[in-house]
């Protein structure tokens, strides 16, 4: 196999909630594989992040919120006028309440339904429908082990509260949302998966909370937390010509989490 396909020398890459996490993180790795990377975050924290780089890089950092729809086609359109249709496409954005079964309200549900499912939903069908008008696109969505499972009790803990309820549900739509979107455009050459990270708890959790990331550790079939650069590199390696015949897929990178 040619060492090409697992490049991404020159391609144009749009990654929505570039300047979080997991999204700084992947961003990084696929500018460092030679995309052209668009980084779109809310307000200033693409911008932010992108002038905090010490080196070279071809990252350009732009504003949105993916929930707001409107703003959404008309930043797509906007943005194929200014650079092209992208080869690739990257959703790391989310939403979630963080609050109880019993605290959550029908208005809190819906509005995590819109900007979690409508709102993914309308930025993919945007995108991709150009993609698929060029003959050629990967995009990756990502849902979580929670769209798979339940979260785990006694992981949990006080204060720990368990991950929603909403949000689960709400990750468990984006799977069968890459499904579809990856039947639907199959003979345009656009591809549709998903990746479902595992316990990636922020810098911040990991800090105050030690106890919390021991139990997530030992709930681990490796026995430990993810690290973003795994998450990087999954981003890459479904954006790559080495995943040209994958579509449809979901893509577990959670250290064996769902495996019991």
């Given at each position: 196999m040619k060492k090409t396909i697992f490049t991404l020398q020159d391609k144009s890459i749009w990654v929505f909630g570039g300047a979080?996490?997991?999204?700084?993180?992947?961003?990084?790795?696929?500018?460092?594989?030679?995309?052209?990377?668009?980084?779109?975050?809310?307000?200033?924290?693409?911008?932010?992040?992108?002038?905090?780089?010490?080196?070279?890089?071809?990252?350009?950092?732009?504003?949105?919120?993916?929930?707001?729809?409107?703003?959404?086609?008309?930043?797509?359109?906007?943005?194929?006028?200014?650079?092209?249709?992208?080869?690739?496409?990257?959703?790391?954005?989310?939403?979630?309440?963080?609050k109880t079964l019993e605290e959550l309200s029908e208005e809190d549900f819906d509005k995590v339904n819109h900007n979690g499912i409508t709102a993914s939903f309308v930025l993919a069908r945007e995108v991709g429908t150009a993609m698929a008008q060029a003959g050629h696109g990967?995009?990756?969505l990502f849902s979580s082990m929670y769209g798979q499972v339940s979260?785990?009790?006694?992981?949990?803990?006080?204060?720990?509260?368990?991950?929603?309820?909403?949000?689960?549900?709400?990750?468990?739509?984006?799977?069968?949302?890459?499904?579809?979107?990856?039947?639907?455009?199959?003979?345009?050459?656009?591809?549709c998966n998903c990746i479902s990270p595992g316990p990636f708890p922020y810098p911040k959790v990991q800090q105050s909370y030690p106890d919390f990331v021991a139990r997530l550790d030992e709930k681990s079939p490796m026995g430990r937390i993810g690290h973003p650069g795994e998450i990087a590199g999954a981003v890459a390696f479904l954006l790559s010509d080495a995943t040209s015949y994958i579509t449809g897929h979901n893509l577990a990178v959670d250290g064996g989490w769902t495996c019991w």
């Open positions: 979080g996490y997991l999204g700084q993180a992947t961003v990084l790795l696929l500018q460092e594989m030679g995309a052209k990377v668009l980084c779109i975050d809310l307000g200033n924290r693409a911008k932010q992040f992108v002038e905090s780089l010490s080196t070279p890089h071809q990252v350009i950092p732009e504003t949105l919120d993916v929930s707001d729809v409107v703003h959404v086609k008309q930043f797509v359109v906007r943005q194929i006028q200014i650079g092209g249709i992208p080869d690739g496409m990257v959703n790391l954005t989310f939403s979630s309440t963080a990967s995009i990756v979260p785990y009790p006694e992981v949990y803990e006080a204060p720990m509260n368990k991950n929603p309820v909403e949000y689960g549900m709400g990750k468990a739509a984006i799977i069968q949302m890459a499904r579809y979107l990856a039947v639907h455009w199959g003979k345009q050459n656009v591809r």
